[in-house]
């Protein structure tokens, strides 16, 4: 029997007062593609942050391959992991911004090598091999010494989404990746994403591209206030709610 | 309403005309009245009691040339010293041990809080409150034999220049987004590597302008160093006319040192700031 690939039980996250996520549980299987749905503040950004650790959990456990995120148990007691460990930890995952966040004073090429080569302290050549390789399959080989300056909002994504492929991470984490591009450059994106989850990627989408979901995601989870309101089946969450909130949601957006 | 005609009648054909040139009388005249200032300044000097000949006498003479050198040798070391404390102790200061955080608001505290030319006093006489100095049992010198006026010099300078690049500096890493230290923890990057390859780069384009400043201010206040007997130019000039009394032709002869120094400067902190702005619009390939 396979195991889930993510698992998440009773998570909470508070800042300050503001609860962001209430005891969130969700299991995310490998190869699976899964779509977080909801307005801004209904933790679903969060959620993705915790999984990465950008964001602290305060109660509950993210596993990640089996592997408890963040904290280690002893002697009937969490304790938190070292920087060193979370990182290593964190090499499981890639993650795509909003806002693209590549690095502005390499290239696109070096924003690729960068993790490969000094994180993982791995040879010059062989992983520039693979990053014009990576470059290559989001369509933008001939960018490689372009400044991300020099690319469009669109192309930069592209790069962004190759910089956290060149990792080799398990599991692929999006952030809202076409909400910071113009309407003409999201479908260069989310083609790319597409080609991802066709070669077997599990990946996990903080989208308000409902047409992507549809056509793409094995699972829709709609999320408000914290929680997991409703989740399934793409045509179902999204064709026929059943909860009355998902409802709401979706006549407001479409 | 009428449907629009293709243009309306009344607005005449300006093509083929030019922009007049502005007389710009105000201009002419403020910067004639500035020459003649200079020009009345410039011949006071000339019939002043100055011995002009001294003047280009000193200029290359020998100790004023080794006072050059020593001047711009402390300048370049303490300014180095300065950059690396100042790094040190903004990373400090931006950390979230607040051990560290307290250490290094206190160094800028004291040093940012105290004359220069007293920290110069304190280090060079510091053979007053600890006669000898070293390792108890392994090594240990009498401390007037150690600090020498250049070591003196060195630390009084870069210490007291730490304080403050440690603001430049911080100032500089909070110029960069947080979502690269984001970018940077998430291809699994620890707090130091994310400073020192994504972080510290991006923050040197907003720093080098002030850091320019600093470092034109330290050849400067090397000067201040002849107090504690470092043969930098002024030290070397003042021996000069306390021989032979030529006081203004000397003072003139290190005024000309620093202000050739401070111009060739200025270029160089252009190249600088180009090697640093890889990747910013403005001067993308």
Redesign the interface.
């Known amino acids: 029997m396979t195991k889930p690939l993510v698992a998440i039980r009773s998570v909470s996250k508070n800042f300050g007062e503001f609860q962001a996520l209430k005891s969130v549980s969700l299991d995310v299987w490998p190869g699976e593609v899964m779509c977080l749905i909801g307005a801004s503040g209904s933790g679903k950004t969060t959620l993705l942050r915790c999984i990465?650790q950008?964001a602290m959990i305060d109660a509950g456990g993210i596993w990640l391959d089996g592997e408890l995120l963040g904290v280690r148990e002893h002697g009937g007691k969490l304790h938190r992991l070292s920087?060193?460990e979370i990182?290593?930890q964190?090499?499981k995952?890639?993650?795509v911004?909003q806002?693209f966040?590549?690095?502005?004073?390499?290239?696109a090429l070096e924003n690729i090598t960068?993790?490969p080569t000094?994180?993982?302290g791995r040879k010059a050549d062989e992983v520039r091999g693979e990053a014009i390789e990576l470059l290559r399959r989001v369509g933008l080989a001939a960018k490689a010494n372009s400044?991300?300056?020099?690319l469009s909002g669109g192309q930069q994504q592209r790069v962004a989404i190759a910089?956290?492929l060149a990792?080799k991470p398990m599991l692929m984490l999006f952030d809202e990746p076409t909400s910071a591009l113009d309407p003409e450059l999201v479908g260069e994106v989310l083609a790319v994403m597409k080609e991802l989850a066709k070669s077997g990627m599990t990946m996990m989408v903080v989208t308000h591209e409902l047409g992507f979901a549809r056509e793409v995601a094995d699972r829709v989870v709609y999320m408000d206030q914290g929680a997991i309101v409703e989740q399934g089946r793409a045509s179902d969450v999204l064709g026929a709610p059943r909860e009355e909130r998902t409802k709401a949601f979706l006549s407001a957006v479409i | 309403m009428k449907p629009a005609p293709a243009l309306a009648e009344g607005f005449p054909d300006l093509s083929g005309m030019r922009i007049a040139r502005e007389p710009h009388w105000f201009r002419w005249l403020s910067a004639a009245l500035i020459i003649l200032v200079l020009a009345v300044i410039a011949r006071a000097f000339a019939n002043g009691q100055i011995e002009w000949s001294y003047v280009s006498r000193f200029l290359t003479v020998k100790v004023i040339l080794e006072g050059i050198a020593n001047t711009m040798v402390m300048a370049v070391l303490a300014m180095l010293l300065g950059i690396f404390l100042g790094i040190v102790v903004a990373v400090m200061r931006l950390s979230p041990n607040p051990v560290l955080k307290t250490v290094a608001a206190g160094y800028t505290w004291f040093f940012r809080g105290t004359p220069l030319i007293l920290q110069l006093l304190l280090w060079f006489n510091l053979a007053l409150v600890f006669p000898t100095i070293g390792i108890p049992g392994l090594w240990s010198a009498r401390a007037v034999d150690v600090m020498t006026p250049f070591l003196a010099a060195l630390l009084g300078l870069g210490i007291n220049q730490g304080a403050y690049t440690s603001e430049v500096m911080r100032a500089g890493m909070l110029s960069v987004?947080i979502?690269?230290y984001?970018?940077?923890?998430?291809?699994?990057?620890?707090?130091l590597?994310a400073l020192r390859?994504?972080v510290l780069?991006?923050a040197m384009?907003v720093v080098i302008p002030p850091l320019g400043n600093e470092f034109i201010g330290m050849v400067k206040a090397t000067s201040l160093a002849s107090v504690i007997q470092y043969p930098e130019l002024l030290h070397n000039a003042e021996n000069i006319y306390y021989a032979n009394s030529r006081v203004i032709e000397l003072l003139i002869v290190a005024g000309l040192w620093y202000l050739l120094v401070v111009s060739i400067l200025t270029p160089l902190q252009m190249l600088l700031e180009r090697r640093?702005a890889?990747?910013?619009?403005r001067l993308?390939?």
């Open positions: 990465n950008l920087e060193r990182g290593r964190r090499l995952t890639g993650m911004f806002r966040n590549l690095f502005p004073h390499k290239t960068e993790g000094q994180v993982q400044y991300p300056a020099q910089r956290a990792m | 987004d979502g690269q984001e970018a940077a923890q998430a291809i699994g990057m620890g707090r590597r390859r994504i780069p991006q384009r640093f890889r990747g910013t619009l993308a390939r």
